[in-house]
């Protein structure tokens, strides 16, 4: 009997911690915080262990972010399923990764910047996740939200434009590679204003602004700037039209806005001009 007893109270106790796991993870922000603390190791590993031979897992890791972000909204993205929301979180980690391989392996470096990846990355799952709600309804964060995720666009922005200018490859594949990156990372930007479904209308438009940046792309390939200069500059023109894009989305788009995103541009190139040569 007290064998039998035994067995029950262990019984017992497994379901607990069964429950307790199950429990763990059927809850979003604890799902968020895994997820977060499974890409920061593999990304750490990435940088300061494997360096520069890490590529591919970073890789690797940009669609694994990606997939635990699919796992973590999986029940809201049923009732409303928007690719969209993947787009960020990729380019993030692929940005962050990429540029932290070119960066000198120093230990306090490597965990400072993971520190600030991941909490940049639980950041952008928390706004990816009041998007995928304020689709359906309105939601008081979602200002804050937008704000969130225009910070992050723009830190992966400019890293990307770093990695890739960096390479100091051939104009036509340089070219190419921006508009790989510039396309899908102002389609997410726009539909974080609109969270429609369906942007084929705003597709060519979209089109076009990318096309924009990769033409002053372009006339930063034949500049003699270092690659953080030219980053710099190409990310704040993606600054000022994403600026006047939202602004014309939300129907105030009026001299004062017009007015100071022109001065943007003019202390972006001036600041260009400084420091080239």
């Given amino acids: 009997m007290k064998f039998l007893s035994r067995v029950g109270e262990l ?49 690797a890791l940009s669609f694994l972010t990606s997939i635990l972000l699919y796992f973590s909204l999986r029940a809201d993205l049923k009732e409303n399923f928007t690719p969209q929301i993947f787009i960020l979180p990729f380019f993030y980690s692929l940005a962050i990764g990429l540029f932290f391989l070119l960066v000198p392996a120093r230990f306090i470096t490597r965990v400072g910047m993971t520190f600030l990846y991941a909490l940049g990355l639980y950041s952008l799952f928390l706004s990816e996740n009041i998007f995928t709600v304020s689709a359906t ?24 434009s770093n990695v890739v200018f960096s390479f100091h490859i051939n104009v036509f594949i340089t070219l190419l590679l921006v508009f790989l990156y510039t396309f899908p990372i ?29 033409e002053v792309a372009a006339f930063l390939w034949f500049n003699l700037g270092s690659p953080t200069v030219i980053a710099l500059f190409l990310t704040a023109i993606c600054y000022v039209f994403l600026g006047l894009a939202h602004a014309w989305l939300e129907k105030r788009l009026f001299r004062s806005v017009i007015l100071e995103y022109f001065w943007v541009t003019i202390v972006s190139f001036i600041f260009l001009v400084l420091f080239t040569g």
């Fill in 11 to 59: 019984g017992l106790k497994k379901n607990k911690t069964v429950y307790a796991l199950l429990r763990f993870f059927t809850n979003k922000r604890q799902k968020f915080i895994f997820s977060v603390i499974l890409l920061s190791l593999g990304l750490f590993i990435a940088e300061y262990i494997l360096g520069k031979s890490g590529m591919m897992l970073v890789l």
């Fill in 137 to 160: 309804r309105t939601i008081q964060l979602l200002s804050g939200a937008r704000t969130v995720s225009l910070v992050l666009t723009m830190l992966s922005y400019f890293f990307i």
């Fill in 186 to 214: 102002l389609l997410h930007a726009l539909w974080t204003y609109t969270l429609e479904k369906e942007l084929f209308k705003y597709i060519l438009w979209i089109f076009c602004l990318s096309v924009c940046l990769v």
